[in-house]
């Protein structure tokens, strides 16, 4: 069975600390990995990530892939209470371009102190 | 604001009522989505459509009855729900099946 497993579930840092968020899968063909942060309601895209080793960035956040352990990090460097919310990482099985099925990870809600 | 919207953001309904959640993209997209997340679970595919076909239920209860008229359209037809359905329902879209999905902001829904 395809599943994503994240960790931690939950994290309180204080602003100005830098965070590793985790994302291990299993999936029979993988695809792409994917990572959103939900904030109140709605996922909002951060990265997409199908090759291993390259780290993609945004800011503060950066993201790599490593195929071989089957695992995603998250890194928020400089934290900021803006930055508190749910990340959910998503994989997305090959399954010969047909339809794009995504199997979500529970989420880490992350929580930033002032 | 992602483009995609959807309403009403919040409904309370009993269960022997009918109501429809309305999903609706302004970004040119072909493909959309429904999802269920309930409270400490993953987020849950429903339902996908392409170019206004449907291509996947997954395993959907009758229950709930999907609609996309038009590929900016997408519509979620409720009736004779459960409490355990209460869950926030998010929308979808992308340009193609493979391509990324952009959310929209999610009804609240609670069954009585």
């Known amino acids: 069975e395809d599943k994503v497993v994240q960790s931690p579930l939950s994290l309180v840092v204080h602003e100005g600390d830098t965070v590793t968020l985790n994302c291990s899968y299993e999936?029979?063909?993988?695809?792409?990995l994917l990572w959103y942060k939900q904030e109140k309601k709605a996922p909002t895209f951060l990265f997409m990530l199908t090759s291993s080793g390259i780290e993609k960035k945004s800011g503060r956040l950066s993201s790599i892939l490593d195929k071989k352990e089957l695992s995603s990090i998250l890194n928020i460097t400089a934290t900021q209470t803006g930055d508190s919310a749910i990340y959910l990482c998503a994989v997305e099985p090959n399954n010969g371009g047909a339809t794009n099925k995504l199997i979500f990870g529970t989420g880490t809600l992350l929580a930033v102190q002032p | 604001e992602t483009g995609v919207t959807q309403t009403p953001r919040h409904l309370v309904m009993g269960m022997t009522n009918k109501k429809s959640l309305k999903c609706e993209q302004h970004?040119?997209?072909?493909?959309m989505y429904w999802y269920k997340q309930s409270a400490k679970k993953p987020l849950e595919l429903m339902f996908v459509y392409n170019f206004k076909e449907q291509t996947e239920n997954n395993s959907v209860p009758s229950r709930f009855s999907p609609e996309c008229p038009n590929s900016s359209h997408l519509f979620l037809h409720l009736h004779t729900l459960q409490p355990e359905d209460s869950a926030l329902y998010l929308c979808?879209?992308?340009?193609?099946?493979?391509?990324?999905?952009?959310f929209g902001p999610g009804t609240r829904l609670t069954v009585l």
């Open positions: 970004l040119g997209h072909n493909a």
């Open positions: 979808a879209s992308s340009v193609g099946i493979a391509d990324t999905q952009y």
């Open positions: 999936v029979t063909n993988f695809r792409s």
